[in-house]
């Protein structure tokens, strides 16, 4: 297959590789062309503008940051695409966003495909992502090539815009979970406990999970380096409050955890991993210590006299 592509960045390049290694011909764009030299070297064929190499392949895949960057390459590619051809987008968008594009490519009637991945770039090195797509089920037998080089999990969740909600829940689920791996590692270093050992016994049991495994080792070792750039999920979170404003949903940790990912990115560490989040409650002030079950008992008890239930906090 002809297939082009557009997102060359920690993702996008062991996607690149992995389209080339199973013999489909590859033409790609970046905004710094020196980013494409290594795909070059490989075979793959440089355009001039996203306009260009639309009109030489017939499926077309971008993945970049966020959703103002899909829609100014969508109408590049609009006016190079032709009819019958595919735009399937791998980056994180808003779901509105993503049927505002399609709706735009129906004139012409060309498909969009919202793919959004999860599994990070050791997934996309590995070829292991979690793939969530939206679109039209008849495209299923003409995707299949493409998400079979890249991705583990392949699930066509709905509509147009139905991938972006997938992965919008799939957001909300594991930053939520490095959140509360922050927490519990907060709370082990106030008790003076190693949350190494911690962290080892609860991959054992029920809280075990790939977000501990991964975002609690860093915090066990205080190695906060990128896997994921924490402005990432910064930027996709604000993604999952805006839609559920949109649909007038409550979600009460989530906005808890956005005020988290707003103080990471205030104190400047949005380049850095989003296991930082355990730096943010260690900037915290020491909490008021809570009302204790002794505490209850003896007022019951009639221990705290009248005038006196100040004792109580």
């Given at each position: ?32 062309p ?62 509105s ?45 003409r995707l ?21 909600v ?13 959140e ?26 029920s ?32 993604m ?30 949005g ?43």
């Amino acid at each position: 297959m002809n297939i082009g592509f557009i997102g060359l960045g920690g993702m996008g390049r062991p996607m690149t590789e992995h389209l080339l290694a199973a013999g489909h011909e590859l033409t790609v764009w970046s905004r710094r062309p020196t980013s494409a030299d290594f795909l070059l070297k490989r075979g793959a064929c440089w355009a001039d503008s996203p306009t260009e190499l639309a009109r030489h392949c017939g499926i077309v895949c971008t993945n970049v940051t966020g959703s103002a960057d899909v829609e100014a390459l969508a109408a590049q590619l609009h006016k190079g695409i032709a009819p019958d051809s595919i735009h399937i987008d791998f980056s994180t968008i808003a779901p509105s966003v993503a049927r505002y594009i399609a709706a735009r490519y129906a004139a012409r009637a060309v498909h969009f495909v919202d793919a959004p991945v999860s599994g990070g770039t050791a997934g996309a090195q590995a070829a292991t992502l979690a793939i969530m797509w939206g679109g039209k089920s008849a495209l299923a037998e003409r995707l299949e090539p493409v998400f079979r080089c890249l991705g583990k999990t392949v699930v066509h969740v709905g509509d147009v815009g139905a991938g972006q909600v997938a992965k919008a829940c799939n957001q909300l689920v594991m930053v939520a979970a490095i959140e509360a791996c922050a927490e519990a590692a907060r709370l082990a270093q106030a008790a003076g406990v190693d949350f190494g050992k911690v962290r080892e016994a609860m991959l054992g049991g029920s809280a075990g999970s790939g977000v501990l495994d991964f975002f609690g080792g860093k915090m066990a070792i205080r190695g906060f380096a990128a896997g994921v750039e924490a402005r990432l999920h910064h930027k996709d979170f604000v993604m999952v409050i805006d839609e559920a404003m949109r649909l007038g949903v409550s979600l009460p940790v989530g906005g808890t955890v956005m005020q988290q990912l707003d103080a990471l990115m205030a104190a400047g560490w949005g380049r850095q991993d989003t296991s930082r989040l355990l730096s943010v409650l260690q900037r915290v002030a020491p909490a008021v210590p809570l009302i204790t079950s002794e505490h209850v008992l003896a007022a019951v008890d009639g221990d705290v006299g009248a005038g006196d239930e100040s004792r109580l906090f």
